[in-house]
C-alpha cells in the first residue's frame, strides 16, 4: 500500500458519499474514515461505499481524529499520507499535486488556498485577519513563509507520519499551525502546494470560530512551551 | 508592600509562569490547562511591581480594605478551576466508562466471530 487518504469526519453524512466517489477515481489511493463519535449515519456511508471507517468512541476533534487515521495509515504500511476533509472542501483533484510535492522530498506538503496561483477562496474578514496572524507566527518562529497554515489539507512522508503518530498536537490549531512548526524543528522540509477550495458541499460549518481567541491564546502557550524547551536542550525537537 | 515582598512575589509569579509554560513544551500538561494557571500568575507579575494598581481597585469598588478584593478574586479564580475540574472529571469518567463498555462489547463480538469460525469448521 503506497498512500493512504485520511479523512476526519464527524457528523458528514450528506457530503461524505460524494467525497468518496471522487477519491476512489485516484490510482493506488486508500481511504480511510475516521468517524469521530457522529451522531448521525457517516459510518454507514463509508460501509456502503466500501471504504475502510476508523469509529472513535467518542469525539475527540479533528486533531484527534487525524491521529487516529495516522496511525491506521501506519499499521496498513503507508508510504505518504494524505489527509482530506470529509464536507467536500478539498477538491481530490489536488491530491496529485500534493503528493508529487512529496515524492520530491517534501517531509510535509500544505495544500494553500491563499498561494500565488490557487484558486478563488472567500473568508469573512475576522477569519482572514486571524489567518494572516497564524501565518507569520510560523513566519517568525520558523522562517516557513506560509499563506495557509490552518489549511487541513496536506500530505506527509512516512517519516513524518512516524513522528506525528505519536506528537501530534490535538488541539484545534494546533492541529495545524502547531504541527508545521514541530515538522520543522524536528528537520523535514514544509513545502506548500496551490489548491483551489470548495464551500462546503453539505453538512453544519463548524462554529469553532466563536472560539479562535481563546484557542488562539492555547496555542501562543503550546508554542511558547517548544521554544522554551527546544532551546533548553539546543533546538532539538 | 515591602520592597522584599515585591521582589518575592514578582519572582515567584514568573518562577511559576515558567515552569507551566516549559511542562507545555515537554508535554507534561495540556496547554488548555497551562492557561488556566497562567490566567492567575502571569496578572500576579504586574500587581507585585505596583502594589498601588490593589489600591486602585480597592477605592474603585468602594472596599476599605483593598487586599480583601484580592483575597475575594483569587478565591473566586480557585473556585472557577476547581469546578472547571470536576466538569472535566466528570467527562473523563463517562468516557472511561464508554470505553469500558466498548471493549467489552468488542469482546463479545470477537467471541461470537470465533464461535461462528469453529461451528463452519466441525461441518
Ligand atoms: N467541526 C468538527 N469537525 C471535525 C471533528 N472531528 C472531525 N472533523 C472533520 O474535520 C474536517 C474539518 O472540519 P470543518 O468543520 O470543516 O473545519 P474547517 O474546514 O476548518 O471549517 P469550516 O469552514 O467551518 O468548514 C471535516 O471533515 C470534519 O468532518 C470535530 O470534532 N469537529
Ligand atoms: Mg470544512
Known sequence: ?237 | MSAAAQITLAVVALGITFWVVRLVGLRRLRSKYALLWLVITVPLVPLAVFPAIVDEAGKFFGVNYAPALLFSLSSLLLLGIVIHYSWELSRLESRTRRLGEEIALLNARLDDAERADDGEGET
Open chain 1, 1 to 237: 500500500m503506497s498512500a493512504v487518504a485520511v479523512i476526519p469526519a464527524f457528523n458528514e453524512e450528506a457530503p461524505l458519499g460524494d467525497v468518496l466517489a471522487e477519491i476512489a477515481e485516484i490510482d493506488g489511493l486508500v481511504p480511510v474514515v475516521v468517524d469521530d463519535g457522529s451522531s448521525d449515519g457517516t459510518a454507514g456511508v463509508a460501509r456502503n461505499a466500501g471504504v475502510a471507517c476508523v469509529r472513535l468512541p467518542f469525539n475527540l476533534g479533528v486533531g484527534g481524529a487525524v491521529r487516529t487515521g495516522l496511525r491506521w495509515a501506519l499499521d496498513h504500511g503507508a508510504e505518504t499520507v494524505v489527509i482530506i476533509d470529509a464536507d467536500g472542501q478539498h477538491d481530490p483533484a489536488d491530491v496529485a499535486a500534493l503528493l508529487a510535492a512529496i515524492d520530491a522530498g517534501a517531509g510535509l506538503a500544505i495544500g494553500s488556498r491563499f498561494a500565488a496561483d490557487a484558486g478563488d477562496y472567500a473568508v469573512g474578514a475576522t477569519r482572514r485577519r486571524a489567518m494572516r496572524i497564524l501565518n507569520r507566527l510560523v513566519r517568525t518562529t520558523t522562517g516557513f513563509a506560509a499563506t495557509d497554515a490552518t489549511s487541513g489539507f496536506r500530505a506527509m512522508s512516512r517519516p513524518v507520519v512516524e513522528y506525528l503518530a505519536c506528537e501530534y498536537p490535538v488541539e484545534y490549531l494546533a492541529d495545524t499551525v502547531e504541527v508545521i512548526i514541530l515538522v520543522r524543528r524536528a528537520g523535514h522540509e514544509v513545502v506548500e502546494v496551490p489548491v483551489s477550495m470548495r464551500e462546503r458541499a453539505g453538512g453544519v460549518p463548524s462554529a469553532r470560530r466563536f472560539r479562535l481567541a481563546f484557542n488562539f491564546l492555547r496555542l501562543l502557550v503550546g508554542i511558547a512551551g517548544g521554544v522554551l524547551v527546544g532551546r533548553r536542550d539546543g533546538g532539538r525537537p
